[in-house]
């Protein structure tokens, strides 16, 4: 890409639609074609969204008038018997005291769509999160609560340790915020929020922040993932041996899903630590030992930990050497991406996330936290830059706050989770003994069946396996930079010029 080197590609965001002078031009009739073209396409959306909504987004009043006129007439006499109360007992923001906090979240993805919101579905960690911040009083709009996410995970994908900021409604005033008083008889934000939030969607603790424009998107310094998965007939040590090539600041545009028409054309990211490890002390030494895969960087792609698990099962199956992930990371003999299938997201589990100190935000930034807002790089240069001041000054992070009777209740609800698919986990190991001990009886097979992680793969097994090398391969990132910009979706602007 030395072409476009100097070069800076950005989304070309373009008004939506005619702006009013241009449809005040048009005649009757090409308005009349223009409002039946409308109505055609808003039909079109209504039968998408009937397809993709759940039974319980169905139900719910923001899509109920879609679909039923009776619901719609029944909503709307409800919305006004409920108004006349509502307007009765309206929380009058205008005198209210907010502060701004880390919240730290936990939640198990396997039964949502994701953690960022979504237009055509409301099952979403983050549509719950806001649904319980409003009802709760914690928050007028999510549009005024200065929000950042410090990670955006997949669909199945889970989390120990989301992080957001937000402002929250607080019982003092600003002034005396940080005063030990005043944190020890501040809102119960955890336990207010887990009263109303599912039990697989829980808050765990709130650090009170010194600094108002404090990011948990862009003040996030490391990100640690784990993916957990079967030894079955893994070889673990070159696995190991693998993940020792990962650590290094490199372009991991072969390890991505790229995301080029949403302007992500920046494929460099800071690795800082791969390892393979196991669950538990003790090991049975079969293919049900349980490891995980842990990595650490300053921010990652769109699939990135999924395409790396991936080339690492291909490792660990001995389908193909450690080497290949040098061979991978090296974009110049590798500019385009072979063809494989990233592993699956359910393991996966936003495990940890380390912050600066102080932030390299100005208070005259913007505060908003817009919905498409992604864990971004942040260069090391701009990180000292804006960090030499601020050394010298008090943190901006405090402590996390804990509550007892919080974390006892959080734990009771993940034992049962725990406690439901343990069961479950055992009466499967039982079966798969007795059809192993029957095998072993009545075949005398050559070699165990060790099948544990063909679910992991996400893909046909084929009867000759394709080195990844040898494969087919997507196009270049120089391609689809070219292709979305005569698509009129990427700008690509002169940054010697702009300077």
Same mark, same amino acid.
């Given at each position: 890409?030395?072409?476009?080197?100097?070069?800076?590609?950005?989304?070309?965001?373009?008004?939506?639609?005619?702006?009013?002078?241009?449809?005040?031009?048009?005649?009757?009739?090409?308005?009349?074609?223009?409002?039946?073209?409308?109505?055609?396409?808003?039909?079109?959306?209504?039968?998408?969204?009937?397809?993709?909504?759940?039974?319980?987004?169905?139900?719910?009043?923001?899509?109920?008038?879609?679909?039923?006129?009776?619901?719609?007439?029944?909503?709307?006499?409800?919305?006004?018997?409920?108004?006349?109360?509502?307007?009765?007992?309206?929380?009058?923001?205008?005198?209210?005291?907010?502060?701004?906090?880390?919240?730290?979240?936990?939640?198990?993805?396997?039964?949502?769509?994701?953690?960022? #919101?979504?237009?055509?579905?409301?099952?979403?960690?983050?549509?719950?999160?806001?649904?319980?911040?409003?009802?709760?009083?914690?928050?007028?709009?999510?549009?005024?609560?200065?929000?950042?996410?410090?990670?955006?995970?997949?669909?199945?994908?889970?989390?120990?340790?989301?992080?957001?900021?937000?402002?929250?409604?607080?019982?003092?005033?600003?002034?005396?915020?940080?005063?030990?008083?005043?944190?020890?008889?501040?809102?119960?934000?955890?336990?207010?929020?887990?009263?109303? +939030?599912?039990?697989?969607?829980?808050?765990?603790?709130?650090?009170?922040?010194?600094?108002?424009?404090?990011?948990?998107?862009?003040?996030?310094?490391?990100?640690?993932?784990?993916?957990?998965?079967?030894?079955?007939?893994?070889?673990?040590?070159?696995?190991?041996?693998?993940?020792?090539?990962?650590?290094?600041?490199?372009?991991?545009?072969?390890?991505?899903?790229?995301?080029?028409?949403?302007?992500?054309?920046?494929?460099?990211?800071?690795?800082?630590?791969?390892?393979?490890?196991?669950?538990?002390?003790?090991?049975?030494?079969?293919?049900?030992?349980?490891?995980?895969?842990?990595?650490?960087?300053?921010?990652?792609?769109?699939?990135?930990?999924? #395409?790396?698990?991936?080339?690492?099962?291909?490792?660990?199956?001995?389908?193909?050497?450690?080497?290949?992930?040098?061979?991978?990371?090296?974009?110049?003999?590798?500019?385009?991406?072979?063809?494989?299938?990233?592993?699956?997201?359910?393991?996966?589990?936003?495990?940890?996330?380390?912050?600066?100190?102080?932030?390299?935000?100005?208070?005259?930034?913007?505060?908003?936290?817009?919905?498409?807002?992604?864990?971004?790089?942040?260069?090391?240069?701009?990180?000292?830059?804006?960090?030499?001041?601020?050394?010298?000054?008090?943190?901006?992070?405090?402590?996390?706050?804990?509550?007892?009777?919080?974390?006892?209740?959080?734990?009771?609800?993940?034992?049962?989770?725990?406690?439901?698919?343990?069961?479950?986990?055992?009466?499967?190991?039982?079966?798969?003994?007795?059809?192993?001990?029957?095998?072993?009886?009545?075949?005398?097979?050559?070699?165990?069946?060790?099948?544990?992680?063909?679910?992991?793969?996400?893909?046909?097994?084929?009867?000759?396996?394709?080195?990844?090398?040898?494969?087919?391969?997507?196009?270049? +990132?120089?391609?689809?930079?070219?292709?979305?910009?005569?698509?009129?979706?990427?700008?690509?602007?002169?940054?010697?010029?702009?300077?």
């Amino acid at each position: 890409m030395s072409s476009t080197s100097d070069k800076k590609i950005v989304i070309n965001k373009r008004s939506k639609g005619l702006p009013r002078e241009a449809l005040e031009k048009l005649s009757q009739t090409e308005l009349i074609d223009k409002v039946v073209q409308l109505e055609a396409y808003n039909f079109q959306l209504r039968n998408l969204l009937q397809k993709k909504l759940t039974e319980q987004d169905r139900n719910d009043d923001e899509y109920a008038v879609l679909f039923d006129k009776e619901k719609e007439e029944k909503v709307s006499k409800e919305t006004m018997i409920s108004s006349k109360v509502q307007k009765q007992r309206k929380f009058d923001w205008s005198s209210a005291h907010k502060r701004h906090v880390l919240l730290k979240i936990t939640y198990f993805g396997w039964d949502y769509q994701g953690f960022a #919101c979504q237009e055509d579905s409301n099952d979403t960690i983050e549509s719950n999160l806001f649904r319980a911040l409003t009802r709760t009083c914690l928050i007028e709009s999510r549009a005024s609560s200065n929000y950042h996410r410090c990670g955006r995970t997949d669909k199945e994908v889970s989390a120990f340790c989301q992080v957001i900021s937000i402002d929250l409604r607080s019982k003092h005033p600003p002034e005396c915020q940080m005063d030990p008083g005043a944190l020890s008889s501040e809102i119960d934000y955890c336990g207010l929020l887990n009263r109303v +939030l599912p039990k697989n969607i829980q808050c765990v603790a709130w650090m009170p922040l010194r600094s108002p424009v404090y990011s948990a998107r862009f003040d996030c310094i490391s990100r640690s993932y784990r993916y957990y998965f079967p030894k079955g007939d893994l070889d673990i040590a070159a696995m190991q041996e693998a993940c020792n090539l990962l650590v290094r600041h490199a372009d991991f545009r072969n390890f991505c899903k790229m995301d080029v028409h949403n302007g992500v054309t920046n494929y460099m990211r800071n690795l800082q630590s791969a390892r393979v490890e196991a669950c538990q002390d003790q090991l049975s030494n079969t293919g049900y030992d349980m490891y995980f895969l842990e990595i650490q960087a300053n921010a990652f792609l769109w699939h990135q930990i999924r #395409c790396i698990m991936a080339v690492l099962l291909l490792v660990g199956q001995g389908k193909e050497k450690p080497s290949v992930i040098s061979d991978l990371l090296d974009v110049e003999s590798n500019p385009c991406k072979p063809q494989y299938t990233p592993a699956i997201g359910l393991p996966l589990n936003l495990f940890r996330c380390d912050f600066r100190e102080n932030t390299t935000r100005s208070l005259s930034h913007p505060a908003d936290g817009g919905a498409d807002d992604e864990a971004m790089d942040t260069t090391t240069a701009e990180t000292e830059n804006l960090n030499t001041s601020a050394h010298a000054e008090e943190s901006d992070l405090t402590k996390w706050i804990y509550n007892e009777e919080n974390l006892q209740k959080l734990i009771e609800n993940t034992q049962c989770e725990w406690t439901q698919f343990s069961v479950k986990s055992t009466m499967i190991r039982n079966v798969l003994e007795q059809l192993e001990g029957l095998l072993e009886e009545n075949f005398k097979p050559k070699e165990q069946v060790q099948a544990q992680v063909i679910l992991l793969q996400d893909s046909v097994k084929p009867r000759q396996y394709q080195p990844l090398l040898e494969r087919k391969r997507c196009e270049s +990132l120089e391609n689809r930079i070219e292709h979305f910009v005569k698509k009129q979706r990427l700008i690509v602007k002169d940054e010697t010029a702009t300077a």
